[in-house]
């Protein structure tokens, strides 16, 4: 059964930081250029893409895409999300029909958790953007094969601006924490606590998923005493993440799986030599660091 349209919608929080992204992504939304937005699981790619249709008052079409591969779920999804009833994704009347809706839609199709999609898949997309008089805007965890401009989201800036100007300047994944641990469990973050919320963000890799877990827990805990217990709350809020780190490693290919494995044994990093040095002789270590980065694993 074809999954409902998603509703695209940043809630009520406000929205922290990435002000050079939005920039880049609102212009693109305005030049009516498409554009895939590709990061790690949980860096708010979705959050992003949510903030910048909001600012550019643009008219959209969500279709969520988490899991989804072959061209016929494609198809049956955002069949459904354009209200075409009656057709399962394996018809050719189906895609006859999303063709034709696509090719006089007004709406900006935002294709959400694209990084599942095989080649097949990908080449329909980029069949549709041919059609379409209106731009895509996609994310995904990987570089799709998609040819518009891809736009990489990594995890928050961690340490503070430099600034003349502002002396007590937060780093943006501190300000995240700052912001919804006053809207979710009404308490201001002072400057005194700044060291503790620093070294708490940092913990917790800047990533905005886990950050905006962590904040209703300061309703109870002290930023320090949070980081002291930062073992508890990864394995509280780390599910989510690993289910998805655990999918984004399957579908990478055989050289991508070695080369990725072989630099866990490097915690604090290596160079190209040194991964060689490990990794099996057959394994290519340049195309399988790529096909890491690709799926933002690296």
Same mark, same amino acid.
């Given at each position: 059964?074809?999954?409902?349209?998603?509703?695209?919608?940043?809630?009520?929080?406000?929205?922290?930081?990435?002000?050079?992204?939005?920039?880049?992504?609102?212009?693109?939304?305005?030049?009516?250029?498409?554009?895939?937005?590709?990061?790690?699981?949980?860096?708010?790619?979705?959050?992003?893409?949510?903030?910048?249709?909001?600012?550019?008052?643009?008219?959209?079409?969500?279709?969520?895409?988490?899991?989804?591969?072959? %061209?016929?779920?494609?198809?049956?999804?955002?069949?459904?999300?354009?209200?075409?009833?009656?057709?399962?994704?394996?018809?050719?009347?189906?895609?006859?029909?999303?063709?034709?809706?696509?090719?006089?839609?007004?709406?900006?199709?935002?294709?959400?958790?694209?990084?599942?999609?095989?080649?097949?898949?990908?080449?329909?997309?980029?069949?549709?953007?041919?059609?379409?008089?209106?731009?895509?805007?996609?994310?995904?965890?990987?570089?799709?094969?998609?040819?518009?401009?891809?736009?990489?989201?990594?995890?928050?800036?961690?340490?503070?601006?430099?600034?003349?100007?502002?002396?007590?300047?937060?780093?943006?994944?501190?300000?995240?924490?700052?912001?919804?641990?006053?809207?979710?469990?009404? /308490?201001?973050?002072?400057?005194?606590?700044?060291?503790?919320?620093?070294?708490?963000?940092?913990?917790?890799?800047?990533?905005?998923?886990? /950050?905006?877990?962590?904040?209703?827990?300061?309703?109870?805990?002290? %930023?320090?005493?949070?980081?002291?217990? /930062?073992?508890?709350?990864?394995?509280?809020?780390?599910?989510?993440?690993?289910?998805? /780190?655990?999918?984004?490693?399957?579908?990478?290919?055989?050289?991508?799986?070695?080369?990725?494995?072989?630099?866990?044994?490097?915690?604090?990093?290596?160079?190209?030599?040194?991964?060689?040095?490990?990794?099996?002789?057959?394994?290519?270590?340049?195309?399988?660091?790529?096909?890491?980065?690709?799926?933002?694993?690296?």
């Amino acid at each position: 059964m074809a999954a409902p349209p998603l509703a695209l919608d940043g809630g009520e929080s406000s929205f922290v930081g990435r002000e050079e992204h939005l920039a880049c992504l609102t212009h693109a939304i305005t030049e009516g250029r498409s554009l895939a937005i590709v990061g790690p699981p949980g860096v708010g790619k979705t959050r992003l893409v949510s903030e910048a249709l909001r600012r550019a008052q643009t008219t959209l079409l969500v279709v969520g895409l988490s899991g989804v591969r072959e %061209p016929t779920e494609l198809v049956a999804r955002v069949a459904a999300a354009l209200g075409i009833a009656g057709t399962t994704g394996t018809s050719a009347e189906a895609l006859a029909r999303v063709e034709r809706e696509l090719s006089h839609t007004t709406r900006m199709l935002v294709l959400d958790g694209c990084e599942s999609l095989c080649a097949e898949a990908d080449e329909l997309i980029t069949h549709w953007f041919e059609a379409s008089p209106t731009p895509f805007i996609l994310t995904s965890r990987r570089r799709t094969g998609v040819p518009c401009e891809q736009l990489e989201l990594p995890p928050l800036g961690v340490e503070a601006s430099i600034d003349a100007n502002v002396a007590d300047a937060w780093s943006e994944a501190a300000e995240l924490l700052r912001v919804r641990t006053l809207e979710l469990a009404r /308490i201001r973050l002072g400057g005194d606590e700044r060291e503790a919320v620093e070294r708490l963000v940092r913990s917790l890799g800047g990533l905005p998923q886990a /950050i905006e877990l962590a904040a209703p827990r300061l309703g109870v805990l002290l %930023p320090g005493q949070l980081h002291a217990r /930062i073992e508890h709350l990864r394995r509280d809020t780390d599910h989510d993440l690993d289910a998805s /780190i655990a999918t984004s490693f399957d579908l990478l290919e055989g050289d991508g799986q070695s080369c990725l494995l072989a630099c866990a044994a490097f915690p604090g990093g290596t160079d190209l030599e040194g991964l060689e040095q490990v990794v099996a002789p057959e394994v290519d270590a340049i195309s399988g660091l790529m096909a890491a980065r690709n799926h933002s694993l690296l």
